[in-house]
């Protein structure tokens, strides 16, 4: 479908992306663009990448430039890959927010070429080695303000998408960022606040290692995320982020105030509340 | 190694206990003793049990009584076990709190035939549906006061777990139940606190359902579990899950404070820190 694509940063997600392209023989060229010479080395290595080059190079070689990079970063390059291409190419981002890059391209002058995307899937580990082959399948991926998009570009990329098995869903970019906030951001943040609080109680760390059992790990799993990614992507969406961590503060206090009054009857209908997640996520 | 045994409660531990004691070859008869018919009817359309009887009956029949039920009647059921056995029979219990029944069985005249044990394997689901084969293996088993039981009881339940692939974990049965508030209960209570939160502030439950990725799936799975099991938990260990609790709110509380305040620094320590738990459960 592609003759070469560029993918920007030689992570878990433009990493994986590229994997899924060529297994699927939708690209013959991935040119891989890095900060971190070992990094793209690694890339090079791992096969996620058949040319290392610097950004602008990269750009006139490629058909699609795909841009997967802490979401703090994301609105420069982008912009400057944008200042470069040309009617027939077509940009992407695959970041956890969109409001700020939206609203930072909305008056570029190729604003069309640019299609603003999240594919929802990801896993705890970062870096070229986290890189794995069939990705994606089965997440949903986020299109934002497809209508400042040319409809190709769009249809050219939600069928790149669908390839690989994720379905589409529209939204404009504040409204993906609140959703976000909710089924993806306070997940991580109340991961890494269960392991510092495990942390912190717990000395016996071989306790820790020998007692956890799988309802621990899958709880604490984030946890292990990398910190330059999530603290840029808390802090663009801190206005959202902030609002749902409220109130899970408040729903943690109500357990605490069942616990401390000893109220059997309250806590069995917080957690019979709860059960209704059993619908959504089964 | 068993001619016959009693499961009292058929659901996971129960359940998937006898399924793995079965697939070995180590017990020949299993009886199930059930409050509800229409549970004792199912575990023996699943072939848990071989046999449904009162639990009467059932103790004098068997050599080794297991019982796997909510904490908040294991006391009241297992005394009434240990006034019924013989010096030849084995009673254990596999609950998720030790510190109260250890202290109501102390001072029992046939104490040594208890053997206090909680096997740290489950998952979200209960009834005598939820139980599987191969539970178990690669989780500790944690054995409280093990000094108090009679040497060749703990020498055979020891043996049975470790066939089931467990290692083996000596406590007293505060130290247990301290320790499974931090690396098992609040796990559980984060979950259903989340699970209510994004119920609370997502109105939109076709958006959870869409865009909800795997990292949102591992945190809020543990809120499907059964509340008539959970909520006895928690209330019986109220004291350290309270501790740990209080320790959890200051910890979000961190989290809030640095976006309230745009403190990135503080942010990636936080999370840097979390990181931490990275190679006590890799």
Redesign the interface.
């Known amino acids: 479908m592609f003759e070469s694509i560029t993918i920007v940063g030689v992570g878990l997600i433009s990493g994986s992306f590229s994997l899924a392209l060529k297994d699927r023989g939708l690209v013959k060229h991935v040119i891989g663009v890095s900060r971190t010479e070992t990094s793209a080395k690694k890339a090079l290595d791992l096969g996620l990448i058949d040319e290392a080059l610097p950004l602008e190079e990269a750009v006139k070689k490629s058909d699609f430039i795909y841009v997967a990079i802490p979401v703090d970063v994301t609105i420069d390059v982008t912009t400057k890959i944008m200042d470069l291409v040309q009617d027939n190419q077509i940009v992407a981002d695959a970041g956890s927010t969109k409001y700020a890059l939206c609203k930072a391209l909305k008056n570029h002058p190729k604003r069309n070429r640019f299609v603003a995307t999240h594919p929802?899937?990801?896993?705890e580990y970062s870096g070229p080695e986290s890189a794995v082959h069939n990705a994606f399948a089965g997440?949903?991926c986020?299109i934002c303000e497809k209508e400042l998009s040319d409809p190709r570009a769009v249809e050219k990329i939600e069928s790149i998408y669908k390839e690989l098995g994720m379905?589409i869903?529209y939204m404009d970019s504040e409204s993906h960022d609140m959703?976000?906030a909710?089924?993806?951001h306070?997940?991580?943040?109340?991961?890494?606040?269960?392991?510092?609080?495990?942390?912190?109680?717990?000395k016996?760390?071989d306790?820790?290692?020998?007692?956890?059992?799988?309802?621990?790990?899958?709880?604490?799993?984030?946890?292990?995320?990398n910190?330059?990614m999530?603290?840029p992507i808390?802090?663009q969406n801190?206005e959202n982020?902030?609002?749902?961590?409220?109130?899970?503060?408040s729903?943690?206090?109500?357990?605490?105030s069942c616990?401390?009054k000893?109220n059997?009857e309250y806590?069995?209908e917080?957690?019979?509340?709860?059960?209704?997640?059993?619908k959504?996520?089964e």
């Not at 306070?186 to 717990?202: P, Q, R």
């Open positions: 929802m899937w990801g896993t997440r949903a986020v379905h869903a959703h976000a909710y089924v993806s306070i997940s991580h943040i109340t991961s890494f606040a269960l392991a510092n609080t495990v942390l912190e109680k717990e016996e760390e306790a820790i290692f020998e007692l956890a059992g799988g309802g621990f790990e899958s709880t604490v799993r984030l946890a292990k995320s910190p330059l999530w603290a808390f802090m801190r982020v902030l609002d749902v961590l409220n109130e899970h503060i729903q943690l206090r109500k357990f605490k616990l401390e000893e059997y806590l069995m917080l957690m019979q509340n709860a059960n209704k997640i059993r959504i996520i």
